[in-house]
């Protein structure tokens, strides 16, 4: 049984280009949150999606970020015009469930823009 | 700001040895509290979790200590093993899903 998987693992962007990170959940997961870790710090929640559908987006910046879950394929979290600031570890995790209490986590994302 | 506050920053313990962990938060409406594992260049891994209702939360060699009362919450690794060396981080949330994570603990055992 696969876990979350999150591709690509590096990615290294120049500022002002756009930024893509995918996250497959776990098999029979409907639920997709995603989380950004700045170094020396926890994570800090961003988005939860179900599929087709943005659950709660109070934690993401109200510009450049968006978030999506479709039907078919993988959630995306896609940054566009990226800033150094951006520079961080982006983690996805699943859930089974809507209570959301047990969130299994891919092993990250690290996006450096230089 | 933080709603969750976490220290050490780091600890060292000898094998064998217990290491304590402790949280600290102000929102009174948080209701699940969980305790994530990570490794360098992984992803966290949940360890062990505990609601208000109860006290102490207790699987293998490590333990949840709750008190409701002074907002805190704390854990513990008892008979600590070179392999339980990685960064702990505690949790909170209102409503299951929305986890606020403490700064994280990196935890040294040495042999």
């Known amino acids: 049984n696969a876990g979350v998987m999150q591709n690509p693992r590096h990615l290294v962007r120049r500022r002002g280009q756009e930024a893509r990170l995918r996250c497959s959940p776990m098999?029979?997961?409907?639920?997709v949150y995603w989380y950004r870790q700045l170094p020396e710090e926890g994570l800090k929640f961003m988005v939860y999606l179900q599929k087709e559908n943005i659950i709660d987006e109070s934690g993401m910046p109200k510009e450049r970020f968006s978030a999506e879950f479709p039907k078919e394929g993988p959630s995306i979290l896609r940054i566009q015009q990226v800033v150094r600031g951006d520079s961080a570890a982006y983690f996805c995790?699943?859930?089974?469930?809507?209570?959301?209490?047990?969130?299994?986590f891919g092993p990250g994302t690290r996006l450096t823009v230089t | 700001q933080q709603q969750v506050k976490q220290s050490p920053q780091s600890l060292i313990v000898q094998k064998g040895g217990i290491s304590i962990i402790n949280c600290a938060y102000e929102?009174?409406?948080?209701?699940?509290f969980p305790w994530y594992q990570q490794f360098p260049g992984k992803g966290p891994a949940l360890l062990i979790a505990?609601?208000?209702?109860?006290s102490e939360k207790k699987e293998g060699r490590f333990t949840i200590s709750f008190n409701k009362s002074a907002k805190q919450f704390s854990l513990h690794i008892m008979d600590s093993q070179p392999g339980d060396s990685a960064t702990y981080f505690c949790?909170?949330?209102?409503?299951?899903?929305?986890?606020?994570f403490g700064a994280g603990t990196t935890v040294t055992v040495r042999a």
């Open positions: 929102n009174t409406a948080f209701d699940y």
């Open positions: 098999k029979g997961h409907s639920h």
């Open positions: 995790a699943s859930s089974p469930y809507s209570r959301g209490d047990e969130q299994y």
């Open positions: 949790a909170a949330s209102i409503n299951d899903y929305k986890l606020s």
């Open positions: 505990i609601r208000p209702d109860v």
